[in-house]
T-cell receptor, first 111, second 113 residues
């Protein structure tokens, strides 16, 4: 079957580093996305990993290991505005290439 | 920037009503999607379309239909609304090839009473 797991909630302190993990089991794989969603707003694109390794983009980095079915999103120098849900999604490949979403990780950044 | 516009931010309907949710994108994207988002369940795909007049069922199509008469517009239809269709509905669009990242509308919170 298709399954994407990520922690439901996390708490971190302003200025710190936090790592949000995502594990997946899907019948196909074209790539893995991370989206950020603030309460009451639409998800916005953060990163996309196709190959193994770390992709860095400012304070945010995303890592992928295809052999382990594992990814993480790393947020550095946390700010209060980073409080949001972080959604992991896998592009399942095949003719339709649909995205399969995890349930999201709600991150609370505390002062 | 890509803009995906959903016609209503909040809707309240009665059980049995026919409900139309409209979505328009302005970047000439070929792909359009309808998701619903519920607490603890994440985003679930209802229907999607890769071309005008083309539609394919997603993971939870029951109780819904869609229409794509023009490339920029993708409509979600609830033929007879039920209380279990109370949810946040998100429209998205993308272009094939490359990373195919989704651009989302701001969502419609539908309450069926």
């Amino acid at each position: 079957g298709q399954n994407i797991d990520q922690p439901t909630e996390m708490t971190a302190t302003e200025g710190a580093i936090v790592q949000i993990n995502c594990t997946y089991q899907t019948s196909g794989f074209n790539g893995l996305f991370w989206y950020q969603q603030h309460a009451g707003e639409a998800p916005t694109f953060l990163s996309y990993n196709v190959l193994d390794g770390l992709e860095e983009k400012g304070r945010f980095s995303s890592f992928l290991s295809r052999s382990k079915g594992y990814s993480y999103l790393l947020l550095k120098e946390l700010q209060m505005k980073d409080s949001a849900s972080y959604l992991c999604a896998v592009s399942g490949g095949g003719a339709t290439n649909k995205l399969i979403f995890g349930t999201g990780t709600l991150l609370a950044v505390q002062p | 920037d890509v803009k995906v516009t959903q016609s209503s931010r909040y809707l309240v309907k009665r059980t049995g009503e026919k409900v139309f949710l409209e979505c328009v994108q302005d970047m000439d994207h070929e792909n359009m999607f309808w998701y619903r988002q519920d607490p603890g369940l994440g985003l679930r795909l209802i229907y999607f379309s890769y071309d005008v007049k083309m539609k394919e069922k997603g993971d939870i199509p029951e109780g819904y239909s869609v229409s794509r008469e023009k490339k920029e517009r993708f409509s979600l239809i609830l033929e007879s609304a039920s209380t279990n269709q109370t949810s946040m509905y998100l429209c998205a669009s993308s272009n094939p090839g490359g990373d195919e990242k989704l651009f989302f509308g701001s969502g419609t919170q539908l309450s069926v009473l």
